[in-house]
Antibody
Framework: EVQLVQSGAEVKKPGESLKISCKGYGYSFTSYWIGWVRQMPGKGLDWMGTIYPGDSDTKYSPSFQGQVTISADKSITTAYLQWGSLKASDTAMYFC?????????????WGQGTTVTVSS | QSALTQPPSVSGSPGQSVTISCTGSSSDIGNYNRVSWYQQPPGTAPKLMIYEVSNRPSGVPDRFSGSKSGNTASLTISGLQAEDEADYYCISYTSTNTFVLFGGGTKLTVL
C-alpha cells in the first residue's frame, strides 16, 4: 500500500529547534516530489515547499523561504521539515503529501499530519 | 488572504447539488488545466477528489465533478450525502514563482 507516515506530535518551547519526518512506503520514493503543507488551528492549508528526493531539488514558497528547511534521505525513504528556532506562530498541523504529477501540482497521497505546539 | 478565492461556506440538503467555486487569474486557472480539489473532514488529512480540472481518481464517487470557465474552476457535488460534510480546497498550478496556489477553503454543511 502506498502511504506516507509522519512522526508524532511535538511540544516545544520558543527558540528550540525541531525536525519532523515523513516516511514513504510502497512506491518509488525517488520518483515523486514530496510537498509540505501547514494548517494553523482553525485555518486553511498553506503551501510551504517541496523536494524531489531523487536529487534533493527543493523549491520553497516565498512565505516560508528562510523560515524552514526541507530535506530528504532517499536511503531511508524519508523527507524532513525542520526549524532552527521555533516561534509560537509555528504552532500548527503539518502535512506531507506526494505530488503524483509534477506538472499538475496534484497531491494523491497524504501523511496523517504532525501536530507541533510551541509554547513557553 | 489566499491566492485563490473560494466562498467560506456553502450548504445543501441531502440529495441536492452544490457547487463550490475557485477563482484565480490568467497566471493560474485561466491558462492552465491544472486544478485539483481536496476534501478534508474534521481532524483528518486532505483527500484528492479531482485533478486536472475534471478527472476523478479511482474510488471517488461520480457524484463529484469538476469544471472550469475562464479564471474560475468549480467543484459540483450532486446527490448530497451527510458524509460529504467537510472542508473543500482547490489547488492550482501557477506560472509565478510560488509554484502552487491554494484556495482558502469552503466549509460544506449538509443540512
Amino acid at each position: 500500500e502506498v502511504q506516507l507516515v509522519q512522526s508524532g506530535a511535538e511540544v516545544k518551547k520558543p527558540g528550540e529547534s525541531l525536525k519532523i519526518s515523513c516516511k514513504g512506503y510502497g512506491y518509488s520514493f525517488t520518483s515523486y516530489w514530496i510537498g509540505w503543507v501547514r494548517q494553523m488551528p482553525g485555518k486553511g492549508l498553506d503551501w510551504m515547499g517541496t523536494i524531489y528526493p531523487g536529487d534533493s531539488d527543493t523549491k520553497y514558497s516565498p512565505s516560508f523561504q528562510g523560515q524552514v528547511t526541507i530535506s530528504a534521505d532517499k536511503s531511508i525513504t524519508t523527507a524532513y521539515l525542520q526549524w532552527g528556532s521555533l516561534k509560537a506562530s509555528d504552532t500548527a498541523m503539518y502535512f506531507c503529501a506526494r505530488l503524483f504529477d509534477y506538472d499538475l501540482r496534484a497531491m494523491d497521497v497524504w501523511g496523517q499530519g504532525t501536530t507541533v505546539t510551541v509554547s513557553s | 488572504q489566499s491566492a485563490l478565492t473560494q466562498p467560506p461556506s456553502v450548504s445543501g440538503s441531502p440529495g441536492q447539488s452544490v457547487t463550490i467555486s475557485c477563482t484565480g487569474s490568467s497566471s493560474d486557472i485561466g491558462n492552465y488545466n491544472r486544478v485539483s480539489w481536496y476534501q478534508q473532514p474534521p481532524g483528518t488529512a486532505p483527500k484528492l477528489m479531482i485533478y486536472e480540472v475534471s478527472n476523478r481518481p479511482s474510488g471517488v464517487p461520480d457524484r463529484f465533478s469538476g469544471s472550469k470557465s475562464g479564471n474560475t474552476a468549480s467543484l459540483t457535488i450532486s446527490g448530497l450525502q451527510a458524509e460529504d460534510e467537510a472542508d473543500y480546497y482547490c489547488i492550482s498550478y501557477t506560472s509565478t514563482n510560488t509554484f502552487v496556489l491554494f484556495g482558502g477553503g469552503t466549509k460544506l454543511t449538509v443540512l
